[in-house]
């Protein structure tokens, strides 16, 4: 990675109850869990001021789609939350598919011997590893960031 592309990535997976933020180590390599965030209340305001506290040059956030590429009841929510995202931070925002990466946090999950009940508060946050350590290499493979750019004036759909 060139010099201008290093600093924090944070990706954010938008749940119906919570959205889990992770972060990269500044020279984009590494993907590890943050927090989670409630949904309820001002999770914009708690977003946007986590990258402003990891001085984040990018934020991810999580595309729902089904297998097949189409969107899902979640898609439009997801949509509406990154580009309301967009407008509270400076860091631009990139939209990226996350297919299978909650299935995957679950996985991973009891593998590590957490039952899901125990695990339900932490799975946000994995999910966010696995599709922020996707978009780190892709941005490793390609020099290019990952994701679609949401314009940060986009009104929600």
């Not at 990258?51 to 990018?58: L, P, S, T, V």
């Not at 922020?132 to 314009?151: C, M, N, S, Y």
């Amino acid at each position: 990675m060139t010099d201008a592309l290093r600093g924090v990535r944070l990706a954010v997976d938008v749940g119906k109850a919570r959205v889990g933020v992770a972060r990269s180590d500044p020279d984009g390599l590494l993907a590890v869990p943050v927090e989670t965030v409630a949904r309820k209340g001002t999770p914009i305001d708690r977003i946007a001021a986590i990258a402003d506290e990891y001085e984040a040059i990018e934020i991810f956030v999580g595309l729902p789609l089904n297998l097949h590429g189409h969107d899902t009841p979640s898609t439009a929510d997801a949509r509406e939350f990154a580009a309301r995202l967009a407008a509270a931070s400076t860091a631009p925002v990139r939209m990226i598919d996350e297919r299978l990466s909650t299935v995957t946090a679950h996985h991973a999950l009891r593998e590590s011997g957490r039952s899901q009940r125990s695990s339900r508060s932490m799975v946000d946050q994995v999910a966010a590893v696995v599709f922020l350590q996707h978009a780190l290499d892709i941005e490793k493979r390609t020099g290019q960031p990952a994701g679609d750019l949401v314009p940060p004036a986009q009104e929600p759909a």
